[in-house]
């Protein structure tokens, strides 16, 4: 009996240590803990005010971008990074986007994507392959470098929207097999600068128009030409931070284009297609660009053009080319900026580069039928094509990853028929040398110096020459621009005009720069070091700048104007870089300013730069609201001849001298005014010029010397008396041109390409051609330099 009580007890006793028994004391439910509630993605109505595409309706960047953070916060599919400061100060700023297992292995897959761009890490093969099985698909798509193409700004809210919320099979693989990294703009100040503009002539004569500003603070629409020289912070923020970091398969740039060709241009491209690009990434160009056509058309989209427009000649727009992956370039017909257009069919091109918007064709095989075009339809196309995008890279991310090992692998082995090495002696100039390199080692290339004096070619180089060895990852980046081009011979059709590329020809840093850069065919027999960084070196200041003494009088410094005209041109926004970043100080004139006269009282030196004289006489049209119509006009140029006649130094670069000679009445004649391209032509050129040493302009050049020719005059003097060449191009034409293509060079063998004519008491100074190219013809920046300071 006490045996059993005692069980009874211990058993009681458990029950007890359990908990209460119900029968004993009521259970207080406890509610069940539920996780918090996840936030709201937040639409893009709900922080824009408007869905992306609606007609006359865009914003600034700091509401963009309140945007981007927002969802961010709410989606575990997309984190936000800001990448640093844009030239005005802007937030730069990425968004990557992946299911949530992978944006918590971010880093795991960076190293993995790091090991197959530069496959010498691997010991095994085995390895190799399992990078390839674990690997990402990583895409970069940028959107927005060229701010009047509106769509491109709110084309990655609508795409980041979709990406944040949609469940479907489709956008599930997306983000479990791409890593998404999306730059809703390479431009953000320029989203900033035209949607207050657009707003601000919203229901006027001047809706739709482009801002009487540069989009770019310096470059304008030439910012996507930065891609190898990295001249603005907005490029090397991307390269730095992106392109070098995450090594991207694909890269996706999204723009647009006019609104009477084709509704959407996607690649392949048309030729000539740059030689040091390997084929196996032309062939991935072509396939994923016909893909996501096939894609959208089987969506009812129409007016898709394919190898049209657009050739693959310049690195200058093309950085992945030569780092392992392809470019995709889509190109969206525009509307107004934000405002609807009505296109009737008719009214469409009669004949576009490469097809008929008109027929039928292999690359054109649905026409637009015209109608009203809008911004939701350029949003529509764009979003759609980088979904389209998306989900090929999804589906193919083994065969993206095992191309793009494959092209770093043969990178590494090296080409055949490339040379071994190029080899770049240490002492030349050194700012010139500085950048070349700088240029080089930011584009991920091995630099390495010779530990002995070795002899190339029979000339003895010193240790500590510098070494471009052609067997590494990015060998096709380096030979691209080290290498002189030679630009294929195209006609429109045999014996007939020529074809136009779409951009320039010639891209031979070292020309440029006035740097010697030799390939070295075989190998060298000389130890290298690892790879260096090249030395940093400043620009110095080549003006004084003029101070006032306590009476108010001007010192020596040369007090220079630089024009700026509201039909802006990328040419002024180059010379101010150029100009800043060589702390040369000027002042900025409008065509206000000129016409009120009375220069000389401000200026010492005005400098107009490349502009046609069309231009700068009639500048922008009258439906443009004051101070912005039009130009200099009669008043403004009889106000620079009297600036000259009173002693002043007037600087005319490129057709600027055009100008130049008409409106001051120069003795002096344009042999190319009025010829055509059939009679002479080079697209974007490098030209042999030979220089006068003895006059001031040329001080400290050599006697030959590279120099950039696209577009411009060349002169015959009709009066010696007062006017003086101070270049020429060579009177042989076989020896003119160093680089690019040149049509007909005997046009312009021996005439004069740099000219001083003396009015008054003053001058004018004709440059035929830009001396500060793009920022990159460092070898003819003294010229323009010296130009400033003739007296």
Same mark, same amino acid.
């Given at each position: 009996?006490?045996?059993?009580?005692?069980?009874a007890?211990?058993?009681?006793?458990?029950?007890?240590?359990a908990?209460?028994?119900?029968?004993?004391?009521?259970?207080t439910?406890?509610?069940?803990?539920?996780?918090?509630?996840?936030?709201?993605?937040?639409?893009?109505?709900s922080?824009?005010?408007f869905?992306? &595409?609606?007609? %006359?309706?865009?914003?600034?960047?700091?509401?963009?971008v309140?945007?981007?953070?927002?969802?961010?916060?709410?989606?575990?599919?997309?984190?936000y990074r800001?990448?640093?400061?844009?030239?005005?100060g802007?937030?730069f700023?990425?968004?990557?986007?992946s299911s949530p297992?992978?944006?918590?292995?971010?880093?795991r897959?960076?190293?993995?994507?790091a090991?197959?761009a530069?496959p010498?890490?691997?010991?095994?093969s085995?390895?190799?392959?399992?990078?390839?099985?674990?690997g990402?698909?990583?895409?970069?798509?940028t959107?927005?470098?060229?701010?009047?193409?509106?769509?491109?700004?709110l084309?990655?809210?609508?795409?980041a929207y979709?990406?944040?919320?949609?469940?479907s099979?489709a956008?599930r693989?997306i983000?479990?097999?791409?890593?998404l990294?999306?730059v809703?703009?390479?431009?953000?100040?320029?989203?900033?600068?035209?949607?207050?503009?657009?707003?601000?002539?919203?229901?006027?004569?001047?809706?739709?128009t482009?801002?009487?500003?540069l989009?770019?603070?310096?470059?304008?629409?030439d910012?996507?030409?930065?891609w190898?020289?990295?001249?603005?912070v907005?490029?090397?923020?991307?390269?730095?931070?992106?392109h070098?970091?995450?090594h991207?398969?694909?890269?996706?740039?999204?723009?647009q284009?006019?609104?009477?060709?084709?509704?959407?241009?996607?690649?392949?491209?048309l030729?000539?297609?740059?030689p040091?690009?390997?084929p196996?990434l032309?062939?991935?160009?072509?396939a994923?660009?016909t893909?996501?056509t096939?894609?959208?058309?089987?969506?009812?989209?129409?007016?898709i053009?394919?190898?049209?427009?657009?050739?693959?000649?310049?690195?200058?727009?093309a950085?992945?080319?030569?780092?392992?992956?392809?470019?995709?370039?889509?190109?969206?017909?525009?509307?107004?900026l934000?405002?609807?257009?009505?296109?009737p069919?008719d009214?469409l091109?009669?004949?576009?580069?490469?097809?008929?918007p008109?027929?039928?064709?292999?690359?054109?095989?649905?026409p637009?039928?015209?109608g009203r075009?809008?911004?939701?339809?350029?949003?529509?196309?764009?979003?759609?094509?980088?979904y389209?995008l998306?989900?090929?890279?999804?589906?193919?991310?083994?065969?993206?990853?095992a191309?793009?090992?494959?092209?770093?692998?043969?990178?590494v082995?090296?080409?055949?028929?490339?040379p071994?090495?190029?080899?770049?002696?240490?002492?030349?100039?050194?700012?010139?040398?500085?950048?070349?390199?700088g240029?080089?080692?930011?584009?991920?290339?091995e630099?390495?110096?010779?530990?002995?004096?070795?002899?190339?070619?029979?000339?003895?180089?010193?240790?500590?020459?510098?070494?471009?060895?052609?067997?590494q990852?990015?060998?096709?980046?380096?030979?691209?621009?080290?290498?002189?081009?030679?630009?294929?011979?195209?006609r429109?059709?045999?014996?007939?005009?020529?074809? %136009?590329?779409?951009?320039v020809?010639?891209h031979?840093?070292?020309?440029l720069m006035?740097?010697?850069a030799t390939a070295?065919?075989?190998?060298?027999r000389?130890?290298?070091?690892?790879?260096?960084?090249?030395?940093?070196?400043?620009?110095?200041?080549?003006?004084?700048?003029?101070?006032?003494?306590t009476?108010?009088?001007?010192?020596? &410094?040369?007090?220079?104007g630089?024009?700026?005209?509201?039909?802006?041109?990328?040419?002024?926004?180059?010379t101010?870089?150029?100009?800043?970043?060589w702390?040369v100080?000027?002042?900025?004139?409008?065509?206000?300013?000129? %016409?009120?006269?009375?220069?000389?009282?401000?200026?010492d030196?005005?400098?107009?730069?490349?502009?046609?004289p069309?231009?700068?006489l009639?500048?922008?049209?009258?439906?443009?609201?004051?101070?912005f119509?039009?130009?200099?006009?009669?008043e403004g140029?009889?106000?620079?001849?009297?600036f000259?006649?009173?002693?002043?130094t007037?600087?005319?670069?490129?057709?600027?001298s055009?100008?130049?000679v008409?409106?001051?009445l120069?003795?002096?004649?344009?042999?190319?005014?009025?010829?055509?391209?059939?009679?002479?032509?080079?697209?974007?050129?490098?030209?042999?010029?030979e220089?006068?040493?003895?006059?001031?302009?040329?001080?400290?050049?050599?006697?030959?010397?590279?120099?950039?020719?696209?577009g411009?005059?060349?002169?015959?003097?009709?009066?010696?008396?007062v006017?003086?060449?101070?270049?020429?191009w060579?009177?042989?034409?076989?020896?003119l041109l160093l680089?690019?293509?040149?049509?007909h060079?005997?046009r312009?063998a021996g005439?004069?390409?740099?000219?001083e004519?003396?009015?008054?008491t003053?001058?004018?100074?004709?440059?035929?051609?830009?001396?500060?190219? %793009?920022?990159?013809?460092?070898?003819?920046?003294?010229?323009?330099?010296?130009s400033?300071?003739?007296?």
């Open positions: 009996m006490a045996k059993r009580m005692g069980g007890l211990l058993a009681l006793a458990v029950v007890l240590a908990g209460p028994l119900t029968a004993q004391r009521p259970r439910q406890q509610p069940a803990r539920r996780p918090p509630p996840a936030p709201t993605i937040p639409t893009p109505r922080v824009l005010g869905e992306p &595409g609606e007609d %006359r309706k865009l914003a600034e960047w700091p509401v963009l309140r945007y981007f953070q927002a969802l961010a916060r709410a989606s575990d599919r997309v984190d800001e990448l640093g400061k844009t030239t005005l802007a937030p700023v990425a968004l990557v986007i297992q992978n944006l918590r292995q971010l880093d897959y960076r190293q993995i994507n090991s197959l530069d010498r890490g691997f010991r095994t085995r390895a190799a392959r399992e990078a390839v099985r674990n990402k698909t990583i895409v970069l798509i959107s927005s470098i060229h701010s009047t193409e509106v769509g491109g700004h084309t990655p809210v609508s795409l979709r990406l944040a919320t949609d469940t099979a956008t693989a983000l479990n097999d791409v890593i990294w999306l809703p703009s390479l431009n953000p100040d320029g989203v900033t600068i035209v949607t207050k503009w657009y707003n601000r002539t919203l229901g006027t004569s001047a809706e739709g482009s801002p009487p500003e989009y770019h603070h310096y470059t304008g629409h910012n996507n030409r930065d190898y020289a990295f001249t603005q907005e490029t090397r923020i991307t390269v730095d931070s992106l070098n970091v995450w991207p398969q694909i890269v996706h740039d999204i723009h284009m006019g609104s009477e060709g084709a509704r959407l241009f996607l690649p392949p491209y030729d000539p297609v740059e040091n690009v390997d196996l032309v062939d991935g160009v072509n994923l660009g893909a996501m096939w894609e959208l058309g089987g969506q009812g989209k129409t007016g053009s394919i190898n049209a427009t657009y050739d693959a000649w310049t690195p200058a727009r950085y992945q080319h030569y780092h392992g992956g392809v470019r995709i370039l889509s190109e969206t017909a525009s509307g107004d934000a405002s609807p257009v009505d296109i069919f009214r091109q009669t004949r576009a580069r490469g097809f008929n008109h027929e039928r064709s292999w690359n054109f095989t649905n637009w039928r015209g075009w809008t911004l939701r339809d350029i949003v529509g196309y764009q979003t759609d094509a980088a389209a998306l989900l090929h890279a999804a589906k193919q991310r083994e065969r993206w990853l191309n793009f090992l494959t092209v770093e692998t043969r990178a082995r090296g080409w055949r028929d490339w071994y090495a190029y080899v770049i002696p240490a002492r030349q100039d050194s700012i010139a040398l500085s950048t070349l390199l240029i080089l080692h930011r584009g991920g290339v630099i390495r110096t010779a530990q002995q004096p070795f002899t190339l070619h029979g000339q003895r180089q010193p240790a500590g020459t510098y070494v471009i060895v052609l067997r990852p990015y060998a096709a980046f380096a030979k691209t621009l080290l290498e002189v081009q030679r630009y294929p011979d195209r429109l059709y045999p014996g007939g005009p020529p074809e %136009r590329p779409y951009d020809t010639a031979t840093l070292p020309l006035g740097i010697t070295a065919t075989d190998s060298l000389v130890p290298l070091s690892a790879p260096v960084a090249p030395r940093i070196v400043a620009p110095v200041p080549p003006l004084r700048v003029a101070e006032r003494g009476g108010g009088e001007v010192g020596e &410094g040369r007090r220079v630089l024009y700026k005209s509201y039909d802006a041109t990328m040419d002024e926004g180059w101010r870089w150029v100009f800043d970043t702390k100080p000027y002042t900025t004139l409008v065509d206000s300013v000129v %016409r009120a006269g009375r220069l000389n009282e401000r200026f030196v005005i400098v107009l730069p490349d502009q046609s069309r231009e700068i009639e500048g922008l049209a009258a439906r443009y609201p004051a101070p119509a039009g130009g200099l006009g009669s140029s009889e106000a620079l001849r009297q000259v006649l009173d002693g002043g007037l600087v005319a670069l490129n057709e600027a055009r100008f130049a008409q409106a001051l120069l003795p002096v004649r344009n042999v190319l005014e009025a010829v055509t391209d059939e009679d002479f032509y080079a697209p974007g050129s490098i030209f042999r010029l220089l006068d040493t003895t006059h001031a302009a040329a001080r400290g050049q050599q006697r030959e010397t590279p120099a950039w020719f696209q411009g005059p060349a002169f015959e003097i009709l009066d010696t008396s006017a003086r060449v101070v270049g020429k060579p009177d042989d034409p076989s020896r680089s690019g293509w040149v049509l060079p005997e312009v005439k004069a390409a740099l000219v004519v003396r009015l008054g003053g001058r004018v100074v004709l440059f035929g051609f830009r001396p500060q190219y %793009r920022g990159q013809s460092l070898v003819t920046y003294p010229l323009l330099f010296n400033l300071q003739l007296r």
